[in-house]
């Protein structure tokens, strides 16, 4: 089975500053991966996905990650973060079709990131 | 558009009551999920239906069973609820991609069960 580490459960960073969340994965084939993002007392949005395209993937609100599968990672980067910016994010991995044809999705235990004034 | 709608969004539940938890998509989508949410450990899946009829478990089904009514829903039942069971459930469902790739989860916006 496929899973996902994300390596930081807590970031802080002041506004204005660079963003980065990292993502690790473990595959024995060609996942899709995405990140989601969840504020407070939410439900989950998705940000951005790779699904075997162009391994530089662009979101929504500036998001961007990278899909390295030398270093079979999927970090998630802005430029510049904004305080709505704080929020949980999960990575998430496919795991191979099941036998009833259709995919499992492994979530990372989230990083929380905090965005200081 | 409604997406994919949960009730009810919150349930206070004393030990050893039943409960249904229900999910309904209106995205034409064959594939459904229900996991739970907990503090530091992400989300888990309990169940998953590629269609309708068919279900399968997940990580922690224990103490859980599903239906898949037909293709628009999947329901959650706990049938003695236990103070472990206190989570956020979320209800999830995905549209198939060309080339067996898959799709993003679209998710509902969660029900919060509280056992005492």
């Known amino acids: 089975a496929q899973s996902v580490t994300q390596l930081d459960s807590h970031v802080s960073v002041s506004e204005g500053t660079p963003v980065l969340l990292r993502c690790n994965y473990s595959?024995?084939?060609?996942?899709?991966l995405f990140w989601y993002v969840q504020h407070p007392n939410k439900g989950l949005q998705l940000l951005l996905k790779?699904?075997?395209?162009?391994?530089l993937v662009k979101g929504i609100n500036g998001f961007e990650a990278e899909f390295k599968k030398s270093e079979t990672s999927f970090h998630l980067t802005k430029p510049s973060a904004h305080m709505s910016d704080a929020a949980e994010y999960f990575c998430?991995?496919?795991?191979?079709?099941?036998?009833?044809?259709?995919?499992?999705?492994?979530f990372g235990t989230g990083t929380r990131l905090k965005v200081l004034a | 558009n409604a997406g994919v709608t949960q009730t009810p969004k919150f349930q206070v539940l004393k030990t050893g009551q039943s409960m249904t938890l229900q999910c309904a998509q209106d995205?034409?989508?064959?594939?459904m999920y229900w996991y739970r949410q907990d503090p530091g450990m992400g989300l888990r899946l309990i169940y998953y239906?590629?269609?309708?009829?068919?279900?399968d478990k997940g990580e922690v089904p224990n103490g859980y069973n599903v239906s898949r009514l037909n293709k628009r829903e999947f329901s959650l039942r706990l049938e003695s609820a236990a103070p472990s069971q206190t989570s956020v459930y979320f209800c999830?469902?995905?549209?198939?991609?060309?080339?067996?790739?898959?799709?993003?989860?679209?998710f509902g916006e969660g029900s919060r069960l509280t056992v005492l």
């Open positions: 995205m034409n989508h064959n594939s």
């Open positions: 595959s024995s084939y060609s996942p899709s």
């Open positions: 239906s590629a269609s309708e009829g068919t279900t």
């Open positions: 998430v991995v496919s795991d191979p079709p099941t036998t009833s044809g259709t995919y499992k999705y492994i």
């Open positions: 790779y699904t075997s395209a162009a391994t």
């Open positions: 999830a469902s995905i549209i198939g991609l060309a080339g067996g790739r898959t799709g993003e989860l679209f």
